[in-house]
């Protein structure tokens, strides 16, 4: 089965600090995609990440793709309250679908 | 994203019924999903469609039956529902990729299931 883990799976910050999820795979990824869901809605697609070592910005949001492509990074510069909500790092799964297991809720403390 | 609908929003229904879920999308994607959430399970995959006619189970199926005759429809139904599926219900939909999952999933805005 898949062998992801995100961690961790809650993670309370006050405003203005900054934020880390890990996901970590027992086996080497083709690609991994991100996602948030913001309480009481739907999961949103963030970005994809392809290459080894591969780092990709979304203003205060930093993401990146481990060298062995075995791990991937999620950072957010200090929070807002806007952040809050879910995140989950998606790999694949089977041929075109997507693991997204448990997620890491942040909560933003104003 | 509006090109994905689903309906009812929401539906409280007993156990032994049968319901449906419905989901629509706009795009013409070929791939379709539906996935349920629960706390401390994060979300579940429960089947998927590659194209018209072609369903394929997913991590949790039982006990949900698919089908997809047209491209833009996608309805999950519950034969005899139970307590144990109540639940919130998202479908998804992407575009035909490599094979390796690098398509984006576009979620529609769920369903939340009460089963009593």
């Known amino acids: 089965g898949q062998q992801v883990m995100q961690i961790p799976q809650y993670q309370h910050v006050q405003e203005g600090e900054d934020f880390t999820t890990y996901c970590n795979s027992s086996?080497?990824?083709?690609?991994i995609q991100w996602y948030k869901q913001r309480p009481g809605g739907h999961p949103v697609f963030l970005i994809q990440l392809v290459k080894s070592g591969e780092v990709k910005k979304q203003k205060r949001l930093t993401f990146q793709f481990g060298e062995a492509k075995k791990n991937s990074s999620l950072h957010i510069t200090a929070t807002q309250t806007t952040d809050v909500g879910t995140y989950f790092c998606?790999?694949?799964?089977?041929?075109?679908?997507?693991?997204f297991g448990t997620g890491t809720r942040l909560t933003v403390i104003p | 994203d509006a090109g994905i609908t689903q309906s009812p929003r929401y539906k409280i229904t007993e156990t032994g019924r049968q319901v449906t879920l419905m989901c629509h999308q706009t795009w013409s994607h070929s791939y379709m999903f539906w996935y349920r959430q629960d706390l401390g399970h994060g979300l579940r995959l429960i089947y998927y469609?590659?194209?018209?006619?072609?369903?394929d189970k997913g991590e949790v199926p039982d006990g949900y039956v698919v089908s997809r005759s047209k491209t833009e429809n996608f309805p999950l139904t519950l034969e005899s529902a139970t307590r144990s599926q109540t639940s919130v219900y998202f479908c998804?939909?992407?575009?035909?990729?490599?094979?390796?999952?690098?398509?984006?999933?576009?979620f529609g805005d769920g369903t939340r299931l009460s089963i009593l």
């Open positions: 998606a790999p694949p799964w089977g041929a075109n679908n997507l693991f």
């Open positions: 998804a939909s992407s575009e035909n990729g490599r094979g390796t999952g690098d398509q984006p999933q576009h």
């Open positions: 469609s590659a194209a018209a006619d072609i369903t």
């Open positions: 086996t080497t990824l083709s690609n």
